[in-house]
């Protein structure tokens, strides 16, 4: 009688197991740990995307122009031009190897593209992360700090000394959530992106 009583507790037991689930990672900043998994997920494979919209600084003497990019992979061509056409940059490559950057009158080719950009530019604009931070994301490595939404979309972070906000999101056809604004600061510049129009790599509107 005790053997079956032991039997049946045993059974009992392993019954249980059975049942448990691992709960998801938690994280400081993140509402729902699932939802933000999920959102990651559908955004690493929206690797093939372009958009248009506008940048400005709140300098003292601020600069505000157009900002065109398109992203196939690794691959991106970006634009970054002011009124008329006046100043900006234009960069293409691969973030993983050489990126050739054209002004009006020269011609770089650089592995820090950054670095660059900020002496043509005249201010810092972080061009290696932003295809990562454009879509809602984390550019890779760590980072200080996260604000994610019940939905699993970003609304803060604090990477690689810029401090970003996300006050508005969009649902293009056919894909993920992406932000719709974005404010970057980094205690020296501050800069506010504005997105009209997110698009496909062939140039079809995905959103009004």
């Not at 690493?44 to 900002?67: E, H, K, M, P, Y």
């Not at 593209?113 to 931070?133: A, H, K, Q, Y």
Request: with cysteine; hydrophobic share 45%; charged share 25%.
């Amino acid at each position: 009688m005790k053997k079956l009583i032991v039997c049946l507790l045993a059974a009992a037991v392993l019954s249980g197991c059975a049942i448990i689930r691992k709960p998801a990672e938690t994280e400081a900043g993140v509402v729902d740990a699932a939802a933000w998994a999920e959102h990651k997920n559908e955004l690493a494979d929206f690797s093939i995307w372009s958009l248009q919209g506008r940048v400005a600084t709140g300098q003292l003497l601020g600069w505000t122009g157009n900002l065109s990019w398109r992203q196939q992979g690794e691959d991106f061509d970006v634009r970054l031009s002011g009124p008329l056409g006046a100043g900006g940059f234009r960069a293409k490559g691969s973030l993983d190897d050489v990126v050739v950057i054209q002004t009006k009158d020269e011609r770089f080719v650089t592995t820090e593209p950054d670095i660059l950009v900020e002496r043509t530019l005249g201010w810092t604009f972080p061009l290696e992360p932003l295809r990562f931070w454009a879509r809602g994301l984390p550019a890779p490595g760590g980072y200080d700090r996260i604000s994610v939404d019940a939905q699993g979309r970003m609304i803060s972070l604090e990477q690689n000394g810029w401090a970003l906000s996300f006050p508005d999101y969009i649902e293009p056809e056919n894909a993920p959530a992406v932000p719709r604004r974005i404010v970057l600061d980094n205690g020296e510049t501050r800069i506010r992106l504005v997105v009209d129009r997110w698009f496909d790599i062939d140039g079809v509107s995905r959103a009004n």
